[in-house]
C-alpha cells in the first residue's frame, strides 16, 4: 500500500485545475504530471503545481511512469479515446462525467474496461453534496415512505466560455441533457433504485446563445427544458431546467416524495427540509391548515471535514477523498462505469424524445 498517490491530470482546463485543487489539499496524494495540448491550459496548471512534468499528448504521461493514478477532465466527445488508452494500462483511472457522447462510445468503453483489475471511478460528485447526500440517505432509510416521485429544479445561469468554444455545440457535448443533466439523472436514479424505462422531455434554445457563431457555425445548446421519467415499478421522476434563471436564490432543489412524507434539499443555502404526513385519511389535520405538515424539519447540512468547498459545496473534495481511499484500501469504486452509462442513457433519450416528439422507451438506445 502506498502511503501516497501519485496523481496524472489529462485534461488542464478549468475542470482540471479544480481537481488540482481539491488533490493538492486533501492529503496522501500528489500531482507528478499534467497533459494538456492547449499552452495557457499548460501554463496554469503548472503555476498550480510547478513540479509536475507537463505533456502536450496523453500518451507521453500514460508512458512516463510517474504516475499511480489518473484523472481525465477533458472536452466530452474526446473521453472515448482517451479511455482507450487509459484503460489499456493498470493505472487508476477517474472520469469526468460524461462519460461519453455517443452509444457506441459508451458499449466500447465498457468492453475496455471489462477486464481490467485497477480503479475505474466515474465523476459524478453531485450525490456527495452534503444536503443532497443526506437527502438521498434519509430517502433509502425510509424517512419518506415508499418513493413515488422525484423532482430536481435547476434554475442557474448560462454555460460559461470555453476553450475553443467546444460547449456551445450538441455534437461535442452529448448536448445540455447530457452535458449538463446527467448528474441529476444518476442522483434519480440513485434515489429510485434503477434505471428508466422511458423518457418523454420538451425543450429548447430560447435565450441563451442566439447571437453567436463560431466559425461560421450557430452555437446549438438547449437552454430550457422539463424532462418526466418513468421507472419500471411505478416511480417517475421530473426534471426542471433553465439556465437563464440565475436570478433564484436557491438554484438547485431536490424533492423526494414518498408516500409517508418528503425530503427536500437546497443549494446554495445548503439547507434540508424533511416533513411527515398526517395520518391517511385523517381530514381533520386539512381543517387545521394542511400546509401543517407533521414533525416538520429544517436545518443546514454542512461537512466541516472539507478542505476546498470548490464550486460544488465539497462534493469534488468528498469524492476524491473516497477515490483516493479505495486506491490505498484496494476497494471497489462507489461511482462506477454503469452509473455513467445509464445517466448518458438517459439525457440522450431526452435528447431524442425533443427531437422527435414523442416519448422514448430506454431499450430503443440500449439492451
Same mark, same amino acid.
Given at each position: ?9 489529462? &485534461? ?14 486533501? *492529503? ?13 491550459? $499548460? ?101 419518506? &415512505? ?10 442557474? $445561469? ?35 433504485? $434503477? ?9 429548447? $434554445? ?51 416524495? *414518498? ?36 414533525? *416538520? ?49 438517459? &439525457? ?8 422527435? &416528439? ?10
Amino acid at each position: 500500500m502506498k502511503s501516497e498517490l501519485r496523481y496524472g491530470i489529462i &485534461g488542464a482546463g478549468s475542470m482540471g485545475r479544480e481537481h488540482i485543487e481539491n488533490i493538492k489539499l486533501m *492529503g496522501g496524494a500528489t500531482i507528478t504530471a499534467i497533459s494538456d495540448p492547449h499552452i495557457p491550459s $499548460q501554463e496554469e496548471s503548472l503555476a498550480m503545481v510547478p513540479s509536475a512534468t507537463v505533456f502536450s499528448d496523453h500518451r507521453g504521461l500514460l508512458d512516463s511512469g510517474l504516475v499511480d493514478a489518473v484523472v481525465i477532465a477533458t472536452p466530452n466527445d474526446t473521453h472515448a479515446s482517451i479511455l482507450k488508452d487509459v484503460l489499456a494500462t493498470d493505472l487508476a483511472v477517474f472520469v469526468e462525467k460524461p462519460l461519453a457522447t455517443t452509444i457506441e462510445d459508451l458499449k466500447s468503453i465498457l468492453s475496455w474496461d471489462e477486464n481490467r483489475s485497477a480503479l475505474t471511478w466515474m465523476g459524478l460528485e453531485y450525490r456527495f453534496m452534503p444536503p443532497v447526500a443526506e437527502a438521498i440517505a434519509r430517502a433509502k432509510e425510509g424517512d419518506a &415512505g415508499k418513493i413515488h416521485m422525484v423532482s430536481i429544479r435547476e434554475h442557474r $445561469q448560462p454555460f460559461y466560455p470555453k476553450i475553443d468554444n467546444w460547449n456551445r455545440f450538441t455534437e461535442r457535448t452529448g448536448g445540455t441533457l447530457v452535458e449538463k443533466c446527467c448528474h441529476y439523472f444518476n442522483l434519480m436514479d440513485v434515489i429510485i433504485g $434503477q434505471q428508466p424505462i422511458r423518457v418523454f422531455a420538451s425543450g429548447g $434554445q430560447s435565450v441563451n446563445h442566439l447571437d453567436e457563431k463560431y466559425d461560421g457555425v450557430q452555437a446549438n445548446m438547449l437552454d430550457n427544458a422539463y424532462v418526466i421519467l418513468e421507472y419500471g415499478n411505478g416511480p417517475r421522476a421530473m426534471l426542471d431546467l433553465c439556465m437563464f434563471g440565475e436570478g433564484s436564490f436557491d438554484k438547485e432543489i431536490l424533492t423526494i416524495v *414518498g408516500d409517508e412524507g418528503k425530503i427536500e434539499s437546497f443549494l446554495p443555502s445548503q439547507t434540508i427540509r424533511a416533513s411527515h404526513r398526517e395520518s391517511a385519511g385523517d381530514f381533520s389535520a386539512w381543517a387545521r391548515g394542511a400546509s401543517r405538515a407533521r414533525g *416538520g424539519e429544517q436545518k443546514i447540512v454542512h461537512n466541516y471535514d472539507v478542505k476546498y468547498m470548490g464550486h460544488h459545496f465539497g462534493a469534488s473534495y468528498i469524492e476524491h477523498t473516497k477515490f483516493r481511499d479505495a486506491i490505498l484500501n484496494s476497494t471497489p469504486a462507489e461511482v462506477t462505469l454503469k452509473d455513467g452509462v445509464t445517466s448518458v442513457v438517459t &439525457g440522450l433519450a431526452a435528447h431524442k424524445s425533443i427531437n422527435e &416528439g414523442r416519448v422514448v422507451e430506454i431499450k430503443e438506445l440500449w439492451n
